[in-house]
């Protein structure tokens, strides 16, 4: 039996080919978001007084290949008047080994003006966290892949 030669680089195109769609997720996550503050401060342009302007807060950020996809929710304290007022995140919790926070979760948050644009950004949101999820796995499995390759 003839033994076939080993391409280590196509380990690391595949690897490559891989990152670009993990850079392609984040660039599409950043604009869904990006959407998501526009609409809210369009809105509380349109609103007066603290009681409407939202009190949850969407963030888009990506390290190497990892993508996170969070919200939390903003409490205030204090008076503006006094300058003392200072505000306290809270991150919300996901469900474990879910891709998607619950929406009751993140409705109770916001305000009823933002919900329906909550719920849309979400379910983008959760799409690709899925994918991102399962393009990181591949890249390590390819990785532990090219590491055996390089035993052989």
């Excluded at 076939?4 to 769609?21: F, G, K, M, N, T």
């Amino acid at each position: 039996m003839t033994e076939v030669p080993l391409e280590p680089s196509c380990h690391d195109e595949a690897i490559a080919v891989l990152e670009r769609r993990i850079d392609a997720l984040h660039a599409s996550a950043h604009s869904i978001v990006d959407r998501h503050w526009t609409f809210v401060y369009s809105m509380e342009q349109k609103l007066t007084g603290w009681e409407h302007k939202s009190t949850l807060q969407v963030r888009c950020m990506q390290e190497g290949n990892s993508i996170r996809l969070d919200w939390c929710g903003i409490k205030w304290y204090g008076s503006k008047a006094n300058g003392d007022r200072k505000s306290i995140r809270t991150h919300v919790t996901r469900p474990k080994g879910a891709y998607g926070y619950t929406l009751s979760k993140l409705k109770a948050l916001a305000q009823d003006w933002e919900a329906d644009m909550v719920e849309e950004t979400e379910s983008q949101l959760t799409k690709i966290r899925r994918e991102a999820s399962h393009v990181v796995k591949a890249i390590i499995c390819i990785r532990h892949a090219r590491s055996m390759a390089d035993r052989v």
